[in-house]
């Protein structure tokens, strides 16, 4: 009789779980979220469960009908994407602006920016695969633009997304690589390399959408993402603002 | 039809080069250590084959993670390696054998050392008697006398080869040429939802993998009936 409870429990457990709320996460913002995650945790008493991968690989479940909530993207493009296909129920709005930086090995000065990628010291470049990951493509054009690539291009290695890149370069096994600065903002990443803003690369605007079939939470999590304590916690992790009377 | 024309054939070839190279090194290195294993006791010799068989239980995602460390420049081994022997393993296709190497030597081994095992022991000890020496004996006498065995070790270890993934996601970095093999490529495609690319490109692999395990059970089961 006990055990048999034991089982219903279980299951009765696994359902309730399904209850959370299903974030997919652009891979820049994965720490912000956890910390918004905390807040609105705090908030609401509503459990968040954030998936993290690259823009385009998220876009690609969501379109093959993975179960999410809320869509955190990295761009604009895939989140209007999923707007234009029907799988997001509101229009792409810009919940922060995220900037692209050059991070490098502790042994390397930043400060020279990207000519720095051209000296001997560093072996190899960690990019986000520009094909789904829009912190990637915003690193290929800046390349492309300063007529970098074409010569770096033998440095360079593909991450899945700059998830990826981040443990190349934190496992040593690239020498610098293009990420968020809200990943070297990240305290638990203090002290593993060193960092600088590249010159040259537009703030990039990213759209957040509500997906078909979201819980009625969802709506809530969404309003959050735009009230002044998420705001302050993107700011702190390096994101401008989109101004408080923006086009959501 | 105009998908076979346009299809770039190079992560199949990489894939074939790969299970090629690996295979002919594990046979090199997998002969000696079955029979080895198949004929000699000594203490700790459980922790070795336990070492061996490994791969065969565990995540690829551990195996490549701890290859992602070794590997590194920023840790000893891959430091020495680069410095001394300018061999650089990760993000390259030697470092892809390298990986394989480890990732499929059971596939090898195993067949081998049970093909030797079950040798009677009169045929070894007939040679011995007749003045031949060890490694004559295996060459000449054993390996031939396992001529199934030896197929299985080299058939599983090309299509286990060909079959890896998670290992060359994690030290791979995905380049065209070097480490984007087939089944990167596949996933690749699914993502990008180029559907009809990757649709071709599993069709090569399940054809290639399929052919291959066909030849094997035929020429296995004319071997053992002749």
Do not use: C
């Amino acid at each position: 009789m006990r055990s048999w409870l034991v089982v219903v429990l279980f299951f009765l457990g696994s359902h309730l779980q399904a209850q959370k709320l299903r974030i997919a996460v652009a891979a820049n913002a994965q720490f912000v979220v956890e910390k918004l995650q905390a807040e609105f945790e705090r908030q609401t008493r509503i459990e968040l469960e954030p998936i993290v991968n690259s823009s385009g690989k998220l876009t690609a479940q969501i379109q093959q009908g993975a179960p999410f909530d809320v869509f955190l993207s990295a761009d604009m493009t895939y989140p209007n994407a999923l707007y234009q296909s029907g799988q997001a129920t509101t229009k792409p709005a810009v919940y922060a602006y995220g900037v692209l930086v050059l991070w490098a090995s502790k042994d390397l000065d930043v400060s020279k920016g990207l000519a720095l990628l051209t000296s001997d010291q560093v072996r190899k470049i960690a990019v986000a695969n520009p094909k789904t990951a829009p912190y990637g493509a915003a690193a290929t054009e800046v390349l492309t633009r300063q007529q970098l690539l074409g010569k770096l291009q033998p440095k360079i290695v593909y991450g899945e997304s700059i998830a990826q890149v981040n443990q190349y370069l934190v496992s040593g096994a690239v020498d610098a690589g293009f990420t968020a600065k809200s990943v070297v903002l990240e305290p638990s990443l203090q002290g593993k390399g060193n960092w600088a803003p590249v010159k040259g690369a537009a703030p990039i605007p990213q759209g957040v959408v509500l997906l078909k079939g979201a819980s009625a939470n969802a709506r809530r999590f969404y309003d959050f993402l735009f009230s002044p304590p998420a705001r302050a916690i993107f700011q702190q992790y390096g994101y401008q603002l989109p101004s408080t009377s923006s086009t959501r | 039809m105009h998908l076979w024309m346009d299809l770039d054939w190079q992560p199949i070839w990489l894939t074939l080069r790969l299970a090629l190279v690996t295979t002919t090194l594990l046979l090199l290195i997998g002969i000696p250590i079955a029979s080895w294993l198949a004929y000699t006791r000594f203490r700790g010799k459980s922790i070795l084959e336990a070492i061996i068989s490994l791969p065969l239980v565990l995540p690829p995602s551990v195996l490549g993670f701890y290859f992602l460390l070794t590997f590194s420049p920023a840790h000893a081994v891959g430091q020495w390696l680069a410095m001394y022997l300018d061999v650089h393993l990760l993000f390259t296709f030697q470092g892809l054998v390298v990986a394989s190497l480890f990732y499929s030597l059971p596939f090898m081994v195993h067949p081998i050392q049970a093909g030797l095992e079950n040798l009677s022991p009169s045929l070894r000890e007939a040679a011995y008697t007749l003045g031949k020496s060890r490694s004559e004996t295996l060459w000449r006498v054993l390996l031939p006398n396992i001529k199934p065995a030896l197929l299985t070790g080299i058939v599983l270890s090309f299509a286990h080869t060909i079959g890896e993934f998670g290992l060359v996601l994690m030290i791979g970095g995905n380049l065209p040429g070097q480490t984007r093999v087939a089944s990167i490529a596949i996933y690749d495609e699914v993502e990008l939802l180029r559907y009809d690319t990757a649709h071709a490109y599993a069709l090569l692999l399940l054809a290639i993998s399929f052919g291959i395990l066909l030849a094997v059970y035929s020429i296995n089961k004319r071997w053992v009936t002749f």
